[in-house]
């Protein structure tokens, strides 16, 4: 559930980002993507320590992954609205829809998720209509 | 999944695209009721954030997340309803792919 929340228009492409390669907006763009898939492994993690069944989570909020979690996904919004300062919007989205991927990689890799053949499949495409959709989708949010 | 599961993923899906409608109007529509849009943003935004969470105690992340694709679904409609907006053909083949992806991982 990425944040992902739109600076006012007129400030895009008229600053220039700062020097040296950590505020490049690429490299924190790709740092808000990084966090973002972060963020889900550990509240993953701090869901786990939930009691399962109930309808919030609330009682995740004892785990610190959790905690850990939220401040990934507050250093991810940031990231991002530093980035779009300097990149077109429809770039940035077609950026965020690596987060589809990253999620499921990391599942398999850090959760020791078992992904089969089906799921693989759906995830290739969601993927994919989640970039068909980034260009179009920029503008509807420009509008709602 | 559950057709319970799967109402609280499209809740927790559109809690946070409408919280994100809240900030947006609140950043640069009328200055007047900013603090209350903010607000609501927030308070969406968190019944979204809890109602994952708890989806999360109970399914792989892998199984999970690709159902955050919805929330791209749930935007486009809002906008055609609410704005009247028109569905192009990028837009639906987009939500088809997206639909297909959601089903083949909610069978798996």
């Given at each position: 559930m990425p944040a992902v929340v739109e600076p006012i228009d007129e400030a895009r492409g008229e600053a220039k980002p700062r020097k040296g390669w950590f505020f490049n907006p690429y490299v924190q763009l790709s740092i808000s993507i990084l966090f973002s898939a972060a963020a889900q492994i550990c509240l993953k993690k701090g869901a786990d320590k939930a009691v399962p069944g109930i309808l919030l989570g609330i009682e995740g909020l004892r785990s610190g992954w959790t905690w850990l979690g939220i401040v990934a996904m507050v250093s991810s919004?940031?990231?991002?609205?530093?980035?779009?300062?300097?990149?077109?919007?429809?770039?940035?989205?077609?950026?965020?829809?690596?987060?589809?991927?990253?999620?499921?990689?990391?599942?398999?890799?850090?959760?020791?998720?078992?992904?089969?053949?089906?799921?693989?499949?759906?995830?290739?495409?969601?993927?994919?209509?989640?970039?068909?959709?980034?260009?179009?989708?920029?503008?509807v949010k420009e509008e709602l | 999944m559950t057709p319970l599961a799967f109402l609280l993923v499209l809740i927790s899906e559109t809690c946070s695209a409408a919280g994100q409608v809240f900030f947006k109007h609140a950043v640069d529509g009328n200055p007047r009721c900013k603090a209350a849009k903010l607000t609501a943003g927030v308070a969406v935004m968190a019944i979204g954030f809890f109602l994952w969470i708890g989806l999360m105690s109970r399914f792989q992340l892998s199984y999970l997340y690709p159902f955050d694709g919805l929330n791209r679904i749930i935007l486009m409609f809002a906008a055609s309803i609410f704005l009247k907006?028109?569905?192009?053909?990028?837009?639906?083949?987009g939500v088809a792919l997206i639909c297909a992806g959601v089903l083949l991982v909610s069978g798996s």
């Amino acid at each position: 559930m990425p944040a992902v929340v739109e600076p006012i228009d007129e400030a895009r492409g008229e600053a220039k980002p700062r020097k040296g390669w950590f505020f490049n907006p690429y490299v924190q763009l790709s740092i808000s993507i990084l966090f973002s898939a972060a963020a889900q492994i550990c509240l993953k993690k701090g869901a786990d320590k939930a009691v399962p069944g109930i309808l919030l989570g609330i009682e995740g909020l004892r785990s610190g992954w959790t905690w850990l979690g939220i401040v990934a996904m507050v250093s991810s919004l940031f990231s991002w609205l530093y980035g779009l300062r300097f990149v077109a919007l429809n770039i940035a989205y077609n950026l965020a829809g690596f987060v589809q991927v990253l999620v499921p990689i990391a599942s398999w890799a850090l959760l020791g998720e078992k992904i089969g053949p089906v799921r693989a499949c759906g995830i290739v495409l969601v993927c994919a209509g989640v970039w068909v959709v980034a260009r179009p989708l920029m503008h509807v949010k420009e509008e709602l | 999944m559950t057709p319970l599961a799967f109402l609280l993923v499209l809740i927790s899906e559109t809690c946070s695209a409408a919280g994100q409608v809240f900030f947006k109007h609140a950043v640069d529509g009328n200055p007047r009721c900013k603090a209350a849009k903010l607000t609501a943003g927030v308070a969406v935004m968190a019944i979204g954030f809890f109602l994952w969470i708890g989806l999360m105690s109970r399914f792989q992340l892998s199984y999970l997340y690709p159902f955050d694709g919805l929330n791209r679904i749930i935007l486009m409609f809002a906008a055609s309803i609410f704005l009247k907006e028109k569905m192009t053909i990028d837009l639906w083949v987009g939500v088809a792919l997206i639909c297909a992806g959601v089903l083949l991982v909610s069978g798996s």
